[in-house]
């Protein structure tokens, strides 16, 4: 099919190319045509329109009037009526009626003294449609809270240096040919395709396009797109022709066919809105198609307003309901089209339908906005998560993390929303913090152990929230994260020629397969640590085209006083009389010239780690540069700035499990005992967890896994005999019946067990019948209470832990279990001693209680944003060959050995080997850095992973096996590798 416009002509009927060859599949003329229009750029410029006062059409806000009935004001416009509302002190907002009301009302002005949700005004305004009511909010007229940084207009900037390899190295890997062989994209519904089914919607599409408009735009401006051997710049112009001719009459973008669930069909949309607006700002605002482009994004968000109003968000949509608002406040700020009151209406909207992240975090256990206002919702883990929760899922929180610092945006006085942001960076490190800047979250939260995994979704999403928290709050320390995670987390999970990548990295990384049975993590597949095309699942695929591009787009804002250097990278632009070059080898380098023509304020970041930058000015005597700040430079004519950050090589501890503590025990009591068994008392195997309760308020379920599993769910709760004899088990429980049939046959069981120190079961306490009566998904309710009573026992082991096994069968069990008293469980004794009382023995064999364990405390090397790994030597099979390109998916394995300590003893020695390599994050080092090492034996592998280290200091005098010999080796930039060791056990030989 062919697209024939007056600005277009785009042919999707292209031949398979090879890679490596040249693909233009436009004629000259027209090819220059498209990388024009990208190209052409103008100054920056925020417009402020001030058309608050021309309200939201056909809103009507309810409330107590200062003026009814005949006392009504009579005015001649909506702006007349916003202005009698601004002069009075008790109005707060307003209705109009206009000359052609149908209402009884003609050029009447009410001034209402209450404000009510938009949620409650949109069923008010439902009778009131044929009265032509425009309406508006007073505090709304002051607008946005302004960013304080501004990333400049998309394509002004030009990447240089290593970027700009980066870059076309990008386009040049799986970015740019993803539209040629890869049906999600290629074949995806989006552009009159069948494919693109899965996820939470009909995501790829959206995901890939979002990160490609903005490296195009890139692309074109350092002038590298004719180079490449795929015409990248044909395919973003290609989709956003077909999405902007086949935008539905009601203004929904993209098919309308219900795909991702009642209340969350709004999602996959939002991509592709802000992958719009980006290129109205790429092409020009003021331009036909950037014109075009944001009224198709007004209207997409009207309608989106509309269903809202009757169907609010759920699931995904509700989660993600700050990338919703973030795209409606870049509509505001970029063109709102005399729309200012409709767009701020909207966004208040979803954010009364939302997920509450910051009750999430500061662990209330109650919601205080959104839908959740009063309702009992889950706390912020502290650990690991076994089983799947949307609000536990780390790309869900990499996006949320965000969710303060733009709704301060327009919440301008909460100072909750203000330090959200903070609190969330500091929850994520202390409880599920990882060495390369990212927290665990392998699917759902993994806790800080260093084999756990991060998706590269959340690396990517993580980036951009924290840029911008950045340009909301203006605060260097969230850059200072970014790059962390750019120079780290990004590239170590994507192969240094971006051809292949993983779902899941980890921070010590031995193995990368496809079909790994066993692994650490419980609520991701098994192909998540294999490199390839879509490993375990496809929308990382798709949504890594955004880390770099958008990276880049933070490398020069603007600022009320000029231009400010952000994130730090070799970049140029000109804007307006002020020309800017950034010229620097970082993060391998140590230092940034910055050369500015005009006059201007250009404001320098230095890093929060550059505790002894310093800088000069036009060759002059460096001054000392406080770090974590922005040093201003008042530049006119030529000016060059140099600015040395010295870092210094740091060994950072503190790394992997903060430890376990003691169990609880539970002693002979003559008149028996309670056993604490809330559901953080429970410890879950084999793919049980906790689950939301449908009874809402104080109860948090037991899920006994996915149909066809065997799980358990134990009490980490010892019972000690003191030389009696166990007699009595009491306990309680309720349950649903996961998905299908209710009576099925095939439906789940459960025992209770006593199991000894060793997990050997010593006594099955009560068996089930087939639990079939009650469905989660034909819900009537929990089933009644089911008492059980294991009396006339005689269980004599030393100690023992009480544990539930599940066999699910074709269908799960929910069991809801109550916050204070959990299942109410109970135990009793033989009042005359069996046994001489004795200790309590310490666990041998598997025990069921993990044992205490102190933390970890393993040390990572870093020097400035660089985190540095050992480099293990890769074996390479390949597991699938894809046609037309012959890229592969692999599995990577070692035979090197790994488990080594530092010995920290030994000042380390940071190399520079040479310039930054045009493969930035290949082999070719740019630096290493040379510490000690000895080999440990106790440090092993199990589950495919390595192990979490044993906890440090290390005393090789103690600890089985010894340490071996101490040797020299060099660590590499984690970022230039796919398999690792990031974080050591240490010890001090000297």
Excluded at 620 to 637: E, I, L, W, Y
Excluded at 795 to 822: C, E, H, K, W, Y
Aim: glycine content about 8%; hydrophobic content about 35%; aromatic content about 10%.
């Amino acid at each position: 099919h062919v697209l024939k416009h007056s600005h277009i002509i785009v042919d999707r009927r292209r031949p398979v190319i090879p890679a490596g060859s040249r693909r233009n599949c436009l004629p000259r003329n027209m090819r220059e045509h498209l990388r024009s229009r990208v190209l052409f750029v103008i100054p920056y410029v925020i417009v402020v329109n001030a058309a608050w006062h021309d309200g939201n059409r056909h809103s009507y806000r309810p409330g107590t009037l200062l003026h009814e009935g005949k006392d009504a004001l009579r005015v001649s416009s909506p702006r007349a009526c916003n202005n009698a509302c601004m002069e009075s002190n008790a109005c707060l907002a307003w209705n109009y009626y206009d000359g052609s009301s149908t209402c009884g009302r003609h050029n009447a002005c009410e001034l209402v003294e209450s404000e009510y949700p938009v949620q409650y005004i949109a069923l008010e305004s439902r009778g009131k449609q044929r009265c032509n009511i425009t309406s508006g909010l007073k505090r709304a007229a002051a607008g946005l809270q302004p960013l304080k940084f501004r990333p400049l207009r998309l394509g002004t900037l030009a990447p240089s240096g290593w970027l700009r390899n980066q870059l076309n190295i990008m386009a040049n890997g799986l970015s740019g040919h993803l539209d040629l062989f890869w049906a999600d994209v290629s074949q995806s519904v989006w552009i009159g395709g069948s494919a693109d089914h899965s996820g939470a919607g009909h995501e790829r599409g959206p995901y890939w396009l979002n990160g490609m408009v903005s490296l195009v735009a890139q692309l074109n401006a350092s002038g590298d797109t004719a180079a490449l051997p795929v015409n990248v710049s044909s395919q973003v112009n290609y989709w956003v022709e077909y999405i902007l001719e086949h935008q539905l009459p009601s203004g929904w973008l993209g098919p309308d066919d219900g795909f991702g669930g009642t209340g969350n069909t709004y999602w996959t949309g939002w991509n592709t809105a802000a992958s719009l607006l980006q290129y109205a700002d790429a092409v020009g605002v003021n331009t036909a198609m950037g014109q075009r482009c944001g009224a198709a994004v007004i209207k997409y968000i009207t309608e989106v307003t509309r269903r809202m109003k009757s169907v609010p968000t759920a699931t995904w949509s509700q989660n993600r309901w700050q990338d919703w608002v973030y795209i409606i406040h870049w509509t505001l700020d970029q063109d709102a089209q005399g729309q200012e009151q409709f767009l701020w209406d909207a966004a208040e909207l979803a954010q009364q339908q939302s997920w509450d992240w910051n009750a999430y975090y500061d662990q209330t256990g109650v919601g205080s906005t959104g839908a959740y206002v009063g309702k009992a919702i889950p706390k912020f883990p502290t650990g690991n998560v076994s089983s799947w929760t949307m609000w536990d899922h780390g790309v869900n929180n990499a996006m949320g993390t965000k969710s303060g610092a733009v709704w301060y945006r327009q919440n301008r006085s909460s100072m909750a929303d203000y330090n959200a942001s903070y609190k969330k960076l500091q929850m994520q490190d202390n409880f599920q913090g990882q060495p390369h800047g990212m927290f665990a979250a392998d699917e759902c939260f993994g806790g800080r152990n260093l084999n756990r995994g991060i998706e590269l979704c959340a690396v990517v999403e993580q980036m951009y929230s924290l840029q911008h928290i950045f340009r909301v709050l203006g605060d260097p320390l969230f850059l200072d994260r970014c790059e962390r995670i750019a120079y780290n987390s990004l590239p170590g999970t994507i192969t240094a020629d971006m051809w292949q990548h993983q779902y899941l990295q980890q921070a010590n990384e031995v193995t990368a397969l496809y079909g790994q049975k066993e692994h650490p993590w419980q609520t991701d597949g098994d192909d998540s640590t294999g490199f390839g095309v879509a490993p375990n699942f496809g929308c990382c695929t798709a949504n890594m085209q955004q880390g770099w591009p958008k990276l880049a787009n933070n490398v020069i804002l603007q600022t009320d006083k000029g231009f400010a250097m952000g994130l730090i990278a070799p970049s140029s632009a000109t804007i307006g009389n002020v020309s800017i070059d950034i010229i620097t080898e970082y993060p391998f380098g140590d230092n940034v010239t910055v050369n500015v023509k005009g006059t201007t304020v250009f404001s320098v970041r230095i890093p929060g780690w550059a505790i002894n930058a310093d800088v000069s000015i036009n060759g002059k005597a460096a001054t000392k540069a406080r770090n974590g700040t922005f040093v201003d430079v008042s530049c006119s004519k030529v000016t060059t700035i140099f600015v040395d950050f010295h870092p210094s090589v740091e060994f950072d501890y503190g790394w992997g499990s903060t430890g376990t503590p003691p169990p609880p025990t539970i002693s002979y009591n003559a008149s028996g005992a309670e056993v604490p068994s809330t559901i953080d008392h429970f410890i879950f195997d084999d793919g049980a967890g906790r689950a939301a309760s449908k009874l809402g308020g104080q109860y948090t379920d037991i899920r006994s896994g996915n149909p066809g599993q065997h799980t358990s769910a134990t009490l980490a709760v010892w019972v000690a005999q003191d030389g009696h004899a166990l007699s009595a088990v009491h306990f309680s429980y309720r349950y649903v019946t996961g998905y299908g049939a209710v009576h099925n046959p095939d439906g789940p069981t459960l025992q209770a067990v006593a199991l000894d120190d060793s997990g050997a079961v010593v006594s099955v306490l009560y068996t089930s019948p087939v639990l079939n009566n009650y469905s989660y998904d034909h819900y009537s309710g929990y089933s009644p209470p089911i008492h059980v009573d294991a009396t006339g026992l005689n269980i004599t082991a030393p100690v023992v832990a009480l544990a539930l096994r599940f066999t699910n069968n074709q269908q799960n069990l929910q069991i809801p279990v109550d916050t204070t008293s959990g299942l109410g469980v109970t135990v009793e004794w033989t009042p005359k001693r069996v046994n001489a009382p004795g200790g309590h023995p310490v666990p041998t064999g598997v025990s069921p209680i993990p044992p205490a364990r102190p933390a970890t405390n393993a040390v990572a090397i870093r020097r400035g944003p660089l985190l540095f790994s050992l480099h293990l030597d890769e074996h390479v099979s390949v597991v699938h060959t894809w046609q037309p390109f012959s890229n592969t998916d692999v599995n990577l394995t070692t035979s090197s050995q790994w488990n080594y300590a530092v010995d920290v003893s030994t000042p380390p020695e940071f190399v520079r080997t040479r310039d930054v390599p045009s493969t930035p994050f290949g082999t070719a080092y740019a630096c290493l850095i040379k510490v000690a090492l000895v080999p440990l034996s106790a440090w092993g592998e199990s589950m495919q992973a390595a192990d979490e280290p044993p906890p440090s200091p290390i005393d090789c005098a103690k600890i089985p096996g010894g340490c071996g010999e101490r040797a020299s080796a060099y660590l590499v930039p984690y970022g230039a590798t796919n398999i690792r060791v990031s974080a050591f056990p240490w010890t001090r030989l000297a």
